[in-house]
């Protein structure tokens, strides 16, 4: 646990119009700062401006990704170190921060976040991100819309289908059960996927359903109705207390 109270890091975290985290990737790292409890303060980006932000600061683009410039991104303080990509992001702040530890890896949480990236997709790309521009400012959502639906090749409104909805929750229903069946591996020892402790795992599953409840608290209770992803998001709620 880091002793000072002056700022450590930096935060680049996703705009809303709510003021608060929505990001699942930025929320992984957000629950690892509050976690470890590390004095961090936040700035918040619009869509289109964390492009020139980041590119601003001198941060080190990611040639080989989908996004060359996207948040999480962090300042480390102390040394004026930039860090983008929340698996490098959270392996800085393991070594930097080791106490409490966070396992970073295991493999029932590869195994976990492999089938929960597979079953939620679809249920997620018709749920969620339709509706993220319910929460963007007019700029955000003009850029979201820009870039979504050149990737997706349809309108977003188009994918707000009732019964295309239904239809890849009812589709994820199997996939979700046992998923939800593995994440209790471990009930025995506590709510987390390890047990007792949490691991990057559980903060990778809270992150995705805050993500879903700030965009909308609906799509978020379809979720907490499988007994393993509510207890962990129950676990890690002492940790999403500062959103912002
Ligand atoms: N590989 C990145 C992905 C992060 C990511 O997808 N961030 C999104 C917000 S959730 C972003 O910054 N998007 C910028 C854009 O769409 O231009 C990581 O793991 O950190």
């Known amino acids: 646990m880091a002793a000072q109270t002056e700022t450590e890091i930096v935060l680049y975290d996703l705009a809303c119009t709510k003021n608060v985290c929505f990001s699942p990737t930025v929320w992984r790292i957000r629950l690892m700062l509050n976690y470890k409890r590390i004095p961090y303060r936040t700035v918040f980006l619009e869509f289109p401006d964390i492009e020139p932000t980041l590119k601003g600061l001198g941060v080190v683009p990611n040639e080989a990704g989908q996004l060359k410039y996207a948040v999480p991104a962090i300042q480390h303080v102390p040394t004026n170190k930039y860090i983008m990509e929340s698996q490098a992001i959270a ?127 609906g799509v978020f209770q379809r979720n907490m109705e499988y007994a393993g992803y509510k207890d962990i998001y129950e676990a890690c709620l002492p940790y999403m207390e500062r959103k912002d």
């Not at 050149?150 to 289908?161: S, T, Y």
């Open 91 to 217: 392996h800085f702040l393991e070594s930097t921060y080791p106490d409490p530890p966070l396992p970073l890896s295991s493999e029932l949480g590869s195994k976990i976040e492999a089938q929960s990236r597979t079953v939620l997709g679809t249920a997620f790309r018709t749920s969620v991100m339709p509706r993220e521009t319910d929460i963007l400012s007019p700029r955000a959502q003009d850029y979201f819309r820009r870039t979504r639906e050149a990737f997706l090749g349809r309108r977003l409104e188009d994918m707000l289908d009732p019964d295309e909805e239904e239809q890849s929750w009812k589709a994820a229903g199997d996939g979700m059960r046992a998923v939800t069946e593995l994440m209790r591996t471990n009930k025995a020892e506590g709510p987390f996927i390890l047990g007792a402790r949490p691991s990057y795992t559980d903060f990778f599953i809270a992150g995705t359903l805050q993500c879903a409840r700030v965009v909308n608290e």
